[in-house]
């Protein structure tokens, strides 16, 4: 009877997440197709992070580590996604740099 009740409860929790994910997806287009002029800025830091991605994923090799049982795709991809990491953090960096020194100027 208790397991019963729990996997009730577990299955509604799923339903009532994806009900919310779909909401959520749902009005953010809306909101969008609504509001275009604000959310090409949006849109237009999407494309540069896809980007920034499909470059890193193009640098990184797909040598395949038989320690750590993936092939070669999922290599290439964990190599991009690092990749990826490295080069936002070294923008967040420079974007940090920058800022500091132009506010020396003022």
């Known amino acids: 009877m208790n397991e019963t009740i729990i996997n ?3 299955f509604v929790t799923y339903a009532l997440v994806a009900v919310a994910v779909i ?7 809306f909101q ?7 959310a090409k800025t949006a849109l237009i830091g999407v494309v540069v992070l896809v ?16 320690d750590f049982n993936v092939g070669p795709t999922a290599s290439q991809m964990v190599g991009g996604g690092i990749t990826t990491t490295f080069i936002l953090v070294g923008l967040a ?3 940090t740099v920058y800022s500091e020194v132009s506010k020396l100027f003022k």
């Open 93 to 95: 960096l420079l974007a």
């Open 8 to 10: 009730i409860g577990i």
């Open 51 to 66: 980007a920034i991605f499909f470059v890193a994923y193009a640098l990184s090799t797909n040598e395949v580590y038989p």
């Open 32 to 38: 969008m197709i609504q509001n275009f002029g604000k």
């Open 23 to 29: 909401a959520v997806v749902f009005f953010g287009v």
